[in-house]
């Protein structure tokens, strides 16, 4: 009633401006968004998901083609074997810039592989090789608490709850190997796919079961620091506007209003973007960019900061539980 009362003195109003006035009728105001609903959701645990952040680090730098990077990727699959999914290692072999060849292997963990309607929750669990952002220590690999572990420490709760709180959907849980092993110097040549996210576009290439799709993707990265600024970022704007104002909108009901903020960023090339580029599925990211660096990353990024010191349990939380709410929603037909 109300809406139709101001649809009608609307359209009067533009009646009365086109008579008067030779400008064109003020357009009519875009339309109210659904109202979000929260569907009951399990509860994360941050200190759970920050337990496996610090087991992932403890492994030592998770660098292709080191004993820290084999055993860890056999600890995650393991991991989510033991909360029930149905784990696929995903090998494969990438050439490193500087010459040699890495051992990749990406992690795809699934929940009820049988199930038609899936979601991908994504992030990568290689380190990088190089501190390059580092003023001490550049040659030195990173510890990747933020820069990697943190993204599949919520992945890894989120499996756990899975197990505990059953829902009508088909999650795949993607850990993604070989994104951060990339020439920064790709970056001004505007060609950072020929060294950077070689995991993720090899699975894009080569998916792990014949006619996969999913509904969507949401890939986490660098999700762990302290007031996190996650904007919404270009390429999932560009690509599924959609999915990152429904996946904004619940966190926002959730009261994580300032860390989810309505800002538009610039575009990244992560992993989603061969996601959405070479397997035609829809994926966004949530990156923290504070802007407190030229790179828009956080400081401690690619540098020996990067380490379970620079790993909050409050951040953790507002991701994980925004996304458990977000698969809670898609299962109840609410998102
Ligand atoms: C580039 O710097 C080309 N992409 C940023 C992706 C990234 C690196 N995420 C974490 N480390
Ligand atoms: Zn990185």
């Known amino acids: 009633m109300l809406r139709s009362l101001v649809a009608i003195t609307t359209l009067l109003l533009a009646i009365v401006a086109c008579k008067n006035d ?8 875009p339309a109210l968004p659904k109202a979000t609903t929260l569907s009951p959701a399990p509860t994360f645990n941050a200190d759970s998901a920050y337990t496996y952040v610090k087991k992932q680090v ?3 730098p998770r660098v292709p083609n080191t004993t ?16 029930g999914l149905t784990v696929i290692e995903q090998s494969f072999k990438a050439p490193h810039y500087k010459g040699g060849e890495m051992n990749g292997v990406n992690i795809i ?11 991908i929750l994504a992030a990568h669990w290689d380190s990088r090789f190089m501190a390059d952002q580092d ?13 990697g572990a943190s993204g599949v420490g919520v992945l890894l709760e989120i499996a756990r709850l899975l197990k505990d709180n059953p829902m009508e959907l088909g999650v795949d849980l993607i850990c993604f190997d070989v994104e951060d092993q990339g ?19 090899h699975w894009s290439e080569n998916l792990h079961t014949a006619n996969y799709y ?23 704007m560009q690509a599924a506007p959609n999915i990152v ?53 956080v400081a401690h990024w690619h540098t020996h900061n990067d380490k379970m010191s620079a790993i909050d349990k409050n951040t953790l939380k507002m991701v994980g539980q925004t996304c458990i709410q977000v698969l809670s929603n898609t299962a109840a037909g609410t998102f």
């Open 22 to 29: 030779p400008k064109p009728p003020t357009p009519a105001p």
């Open 58 to 60: 403890d492994f030592g």
């Open 68 to 83: 820290a990077h084999k055993k860890c990727g056999a600890w995650i699959a393991q991991t989510f074997r033991r909360h």
């Open 109 to 119: 963990a699934q929940y009820k592989p049988e199930a038609k309607q899936r979601v």
């Open 135 to 147: 003023k001490i220590n550049p040659d030195k690999p990173v510890d990747g608490a933020d820069d």
């Open 183 to 201: 020439n920064d110097s790709d970056d001004a040549q505007q060609d950072n796919s020929r060294t950077w996210c070689l995991g993720a576009q």
């Open 214 to 236: 999913a509904q969507y993707g949401i890939l986490l990265d660098m999700v762990g620091a302290a007031n996190p600024n996650f904007e919404k970022e270009g390429v999932s």
């Open 245 to 297: 104002n429904k996946v904004w909108n619940i966190a926002n009901v959730l009261g994580y209003g300032n860390a989810f903020v309505s800002t538009r960023g610039a575009g990244i090339t992560d992993d989603h973007f061969f996601v959405i580029t070479k397997a035609n599925i829809p994926m966004i990211d949530i990156i923290n960019r504070p802007g407190v660096t030229p790179s828009g990353f």
